[in-house]
């Protein structure tokens, strides 16, 4: 089995974006917020944008199963209050749920979280539980810079996070460590504020000892795990410099990255630097890269020819990477999996 562990509905009906527009004008004139019930998006809608897009690239690539959480860069914490991040979440992982439930076999939930710059973190527990207990969420996006862009909240090490790291815990969930837009004109949202946030979020956890207090917890670093394959070296070198453990055993049984890499060598360095059971296999498509590579002539993001290509990998690391780590790392999926027969 193929598992793509990093999709999100950015082909969602275009009413959800109508709705949110609307919800934003809310926030300076509360006379114009809009209802939830306002919102119709039929289960027609829903099929209509997953067959002819995630679903069709999905079998034409021979990706069997994708993790799937809300629009990251719709996420958009940044925006109003916790009230309005606490509505804008509700919708968005109700529609994910949906997709779940219209395509058992080929998709399953992970949650968005109703964060807001500077709110208790605590706050999005009962969301979090929700999604768990009621939609099946195998996993959580946790946004490390809620303001997007301007990077206020301590960091992923702080005990300001600690409630969501104990309900992780709790429930045996993973946490893909995943930025929303950027509204820092500096960084451009996918190109440069992901990558940022990806390498950010790695140093974070090499500073501190984040997992000497939750030796259990799992992050999932997105996009390749930004700069930091390329430059392990230096981290390895910087942990060094600080006096911590080498980190095989400081970060490493705990932190995991995916596949977004967008072309051969990237995939290939990363596959020589990260061991095989770190990595885990995803293309986050439809996404950020939509085109054609010209000197491919194949899609940038159908990340599964990387790693077919990949001449260091066997047979074992492929399955490990497509199929095995992510039912390690996300338990939930591998007790789902299991019980339809896989
Ligand atoms: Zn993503």
New binding site residues.
């Given amino acids: 089995m193929i598992i793509d562990c990093?999709g999100?509905y950015t082909t969602a009906p275009k009413a959800l974006e109508d709705w949110r527009n609307k919800q934003v004008a809310g926030i300076k004139d509360p006379s114009a917020m809009p209802k939830v019930s306002q919102l119709k998006i039929s289960d027609d809608d829903i099929r209509e944008t997953i067959t002819g897009n995630q679903l069709r690239l999905m079998k034409e690539r021979g990706n069997d199963l994708t993790l799937f959480s809300p629009r990251?860069s719709f996420m958009a914490h940044h925006i109003g209050d916790f009230d309005v991040s606490s509505t804008w979440a509700a919708i968005c992982n109700e529609l994910c749920f949906r997709v779940a439930q219209l395509f058992p076999d080929n998709f399953v939930p992970v949650a968005m979280l109703p964060q807001s710059p500077g709110v208790d973190p605590r706050t999005c527990i009962p969301e979090m539980e929700k999604c768990i207990r009621e939609y099946g969420a195998v996993g959580i996006n946790l946004n490390p810079d809620p303001s997007g862009g301007h990077w206020k909240e301590p960091p992923l090490t702080d005990k300001w996070w600690y409630p969501i790291y104990e309900k992780m815990v709790e429930y045996d969930v993973p946490a893909m460590v995943?930025v929303s837009t950027s509204c820092n004109a500096c960084f451009h949202t996918t190109g440069a504020h992901y990558l940022n946030a990806d390498t950010t979020a790695f140093m974070q956890c090499v500073q501190g000892d984040l997992f000497k207090d939750f030796p259990s917890l799992r992050f999932i670093i997105?996009h390749g795990g930004g700069a930091v394959p390329y430059h392990w070296g230096r981290f390895r070198g910087l942990a060094q410099e600080m006096k911590k453990p080498l980190l095989d055993t400081h970060v490493m049984n705990n932190i995991f990255f995916d596949t977004c890499v967008y072309h051969q060598p990237g995939i290939d360095l990363l596959n020589t630097v990260i061991p095989v059971k770190n990595v885990l296999f995803a293309s986050?498509m439809i996404?950020a890269v939509r085109g054609i590579d010209p000197t491919t002539g194949n899609y940038y993001d159908d990340t599964k020819r990387y790693i077919d290509a990949c001449e260091r990998l066997s047979p074992q690391d492929r399955k490990a990477i497509f199929e095995g780590n992510a039912r390690r790392v996300f338990p939930r999926l591998d007790t789902l999996l299991a019980s339809r027969g896989h």
């Fill in positions: 990093h999100h990251a995943h997105p986050e996404g």
